[in-house]
């Protein structure tokens, strides 16, 4: 049996070690606290790297991957990681985000309270022999505005937390849905600033990336409540720190509490010297079942990836297929087969794609939305993408990196969900803008038997299986076109397996034809049909 190998950069529950050992398929290596230098030199050994906060893998480690397949984070932050490099070398990326979502939750309503409460502060009072009531004056949550930024899984549990101690609450998320918002029972803002003026108690659930960097400074310091409570358990680069101890410091705020630094550990960090700043050492995660949920999550899906089952939490794959239902599955091959079609079809340089998914079949979201990612798309979309870039980039393009090749090469991604389309209730369309101001649109649909079908390109009314080797060819419609390049195939040993033919408007208008073949035809004898009279334009596609 092939063995895989393993690299473990940093310490990990005992449980997570207990899945490698009972794996047959793999061998371990733990090298906790490995510099950087150290291991970049035999990083490209390992089949999956198992890190957490105290592995930064950046764009120089993974200069030379070898044959590293999978880096999986025990825990569910990802900014040490540079995704988008490990996605580009076709590397995936996978966290634990479900694992210490509770360690997590309960640290953030532990600081609210130490916050509000004064609690660390009147602790360390009693203990040094002091009985100063009046100082810790508090406020208390009842009727209370809770304002928080962010609630997917950590910040939809604090809300309902914060619920039950009867606060109001104000949310922005700008990736949520009205739905998710009024499941939660909370007020969904339009924008941060709305949130930040009404709140009593600000507490921050975002991941930290270049867009979220810094959006807590002095103006929206400024803009918040006098004796509003800040609350940090999310990322230290969302804030401004020197601003936040201005705010305290001036009495605009009542106080703060944050687990996070911009830098770690603080030293000479000016907020460390105000007595109702609370602070803790990153340990939003750290509880036993916390550590131990994390380290499970990470060593199982790494063992299934490798072995070829079928895992969760890859962050740079916004969907698995497999975990499709088998009717969307084949809507996702027929995305590609749209997207190969497309880029072989068009003239021009691509600038723009759009992705309509129209019907009730694509009401779900099958992936989650996070900030700054190219992964903002739905499967069937990043299967359009793959094939469309794949026909000219072949094997150099997977669904992991295709959303960032389009990236590179300035091409603007759209993606849209329709109650229904013309005349069409279930219908994927694919619609191409080139830089010479031409778009082409593809509609393609699943057929009985569950058989992928192109019905229309543009204006032209079509039947094509979205698959296999056709010849296009577009002309002047007038009588006998058709036959002489069938007479032209023949004459070439060229079968034809089906022949599809439209027009737009009466006769001698301009047609298009599809002549499914049963194989590869070379460029002679495309060039032969372009020659023919009548003929505007032919190729040979592969579907």
């Not at 910040?155 to 918002?181: E, H, I, W």
């Not at 469309?388 to 150099?396: A, K, N």
Request: charged share 25%; with cysteine; net charge negative.
């Amino acid at each position: 049996m092939k063995k895989f190998d393993i690299l473990i950069t940093d310490h990990i529950a005992e449980e997570g070690i207990e899945i490698l050992e009972k794996a047959e398929s793999v061998n371990y290596e733990i090298r906790a606290g490995i510099s950087n230098a150290d291991l970049k030199h035999i990083l490209g050994n390992y089949d999956a790297v198992i890190t957490r906060s105290g592995t930064t893998v950046d764009a120089d480690l993974l200069e030379n991957t070898g044959k590293l397949k999978i880096i999986g984070r025990a825990g569910v932050g990802l900014d040490n990681v540079d995704i988008e490099t490990a996605s580009k070398k076709g590397l995936i990326v996978m966290n634990a985000p479900t694992g210490n979502t509770y360690a997590a939750v309960e640290l953030t309503m532990g600081m609210i309270l130490a916050a509000c409460r004064k609690i660390p502060a009147a602790n360390s009072s009693v203990k040094a022999g002091e009985w100063n009531r009046k100082k810790f004056m508090g406020i208390q949550l009842l009727d209370k505005t809770l304002g928080i930024v962010g609630i997917g899984r950590i910040g939809g549990n604090v809300v309902t937390r914060c619920k039950a101690f009867g606060m109001k609450v104000l949310a922005y998320d700008p990736y949520v849905k009205q739905s998710c918002a009024e499941n939660l029972g909370v007020t969904l803002c339009n924008s941060l600033d709305e949130v930040l003026s009404q709140a009593d108690v600000i507490t921050l659930h975002t991941p930290l990336t270049e867009e979220t960097k810094g959006m807590i400074a002095k103006p929206q310091f400024d803009m918040m409540k006098d004796g509003a409570v800040f609350v940090n358990c999310a990322r230290g680069g969302l804030v401004d720190e020197d601003a936040l101890y201005e705010a305290v410091k001036s009495g605009k705020l009542f106080s703060a509490a944050t687990d996070v630094f911009s830098y770690e550990p603080p030293k000479g960090m000016k907020l460390l010297e105000l007595d109702n700043i609370f602070v803790t050492p990153h340990i939003g995660a750290n509880t036993h079942e916390g550590q131990k949920g994390v380290a499970v999550i990470i060593c199982e899906q790494i063992v299934n990836a490798l072995e070829g089952r079928s895992y969760a939490n890859a962050v740079n794959i916004p969907y698995m297929k497999s975990l499709l239902p088998e009717e969307l599955q084949r809507y996702f091959e027929l995305a590609r087969s749209m997207g190969r079609l497309a880029s072989q079809f068009i003239t021009g340089r691509p600038e723009e794609i759009r992705f309509t998914m129209v019907g009730k079949r694509f009401e779900e979201d099958f992936g989650e939305r996070t900030f700054d990612s190219p992964f903002n798309y739905q499967p069937f979309t990043i299967a359009a993408l793959k094939g469309f870039l794949e026909v000219v980039l072949e094997d150099s393009v997977s669904f992991i990196n295709s959303p960032y090749l389009a990236k590179d090469r300035n091409i603007n991604i759209m993606e849209a969900k329709n109650d229904h389309y013309d005349k069409y209730n279930d219908l994927l369309v694919l619609t191409v803008k080139t830089n010479d101001g031409k778009e082409t649109t593809i509609g393609g649909t699943l057929f009985a038997e569950n058989i992928g079908k192109i019905l229309f390109i543009d204006n032209y009314t079509l039947d094509l299986e979205a698959s296999g080797n056709y010849i296009y060819f577009r002309n002047n419609d007038r009588p006998g076109i058709v036959g002489k390049v069938a007479t032209l195939l023949g004459e070439n040993n060229i079968n034809i397996a089906n022949f599809g033919l439209a027009r737009v408007g009466s006769k001698g208008s301009e047609a298009i034809s599809f002549v499914l073949v049963d194989d590869k035809v070379s460029s002679e004898v495309v060039k032969k049909i372009s020659n023919l009279e009548d003929i505007i334009e032919a190729k040979y596609i592969r579907i």
